[in-house]
């Protein structure tokens, strides 16, 4: 099962893992905000991330996080949900992180023991590098959200393009694995077809900037 977060290096590590013979996708996972009804972090509308679902043609759990909620409580929901993903047999959780490591060994120690095993298939390749091959490669996808501590206001509900990358001021990481920046992916080599979208409102929340993306014509 691919850790979704509707972003685009979840986007890329599941591309990955539809091109190897030797992995058996059966779904994805995404933890979304039970107050708001919207992907953690990245602020993204569950109709959009079904959306997602339907052109990758995968199931999608969805698992729900309150708001506000405590480690605690995040860690007994996540448990909850290895223990119904061991008694569908799952052999792995594959995630899009690339290179910090204090998440992976997080996620490495949640699984350890439990028969699910931790896979990282875009772990490492420098973040330069991997933003410009996603573009090249057809990947489109759209800020979603900022932290306005890290990135400047002008990059929210911006297309993540070699224009975007270009601008970038240097202390900012290329695919903002720092938390700088969030994104929805509406178009790629991982979907059937494209998913057309409308920028809505741009909002800040908790110290966050959120740019609200709708389904056209909806």
Same mark, same amino acid.
């Given at each position: 099962m691919m850790s979704w977060s509707s972003g685009k290096d979840s986007a890329w590590a599941l591309y990955q893992l539809q091109n190897n013979p030797e992995i058996d996708l059966v779904g994805l996972f995404c933890t979304i905000n039970k107050e708001f009804n919207r992907v953690t972090m990245h602020g993204v509308r569950v109709e959009l991330l079904q959306k997602q679902a339907d052109n990758i043609g995968l199931p999608l759990e !969805?698992?729900? !996080?309150?708001?506000? +909620?405590?480690n605690i409580e995040y860690e007994q929901i996540m448990g909850e949900f290895v223990e119904k993903a061991k008694k569908m047999h799952i052999e792995n959780f *594959?995630?899009? =992180? /690339?290179f910090l490591e204090e998440v992976r060994n997080y996620r490495e120690e949640k699984l350890k023991n439990s028969g699910i095993k931790a896979i990282f298939p875009i772990w490492g390749i420098p973040t330069d590098e991997l933003s410009r091959k996603m573009i090249t490669n057809g990947l489109r996808t759209i800020i979603t +959200?900022? $932290?306005p501590k890290q990135t400047p206001d002008k990059f929210i509900g911006k297309e993540f393009d070699d224009n975007f990358l270009a601008s970038l001021p240097e202390t900012i990481d290329p695919c903002g694995e720092n938390g700088e920046f969030h994104s929805f992916v509406f178009d790629g080599p991982m979907f059937k077809e494209k998913i057309n979208i409308v920028l809505? @409102?741009? &909002?800040?929340? =908790? @110290?966050? &900037?959120? *740019? @609200?993306? /709708?389904?056209? $014509?909806s």
């Open positions: !969805i698992i729900e !996080i309150p708001y506000p +909620c405590s *594959a995630f899009g =992180d /690339l +959200c900022i $932290n809505g @409102d741009i &909002v800040q929340r =908790d @110290d966050f &900037v959120f *740019a @609200d993306i /709708l389904l056209e $014509n």
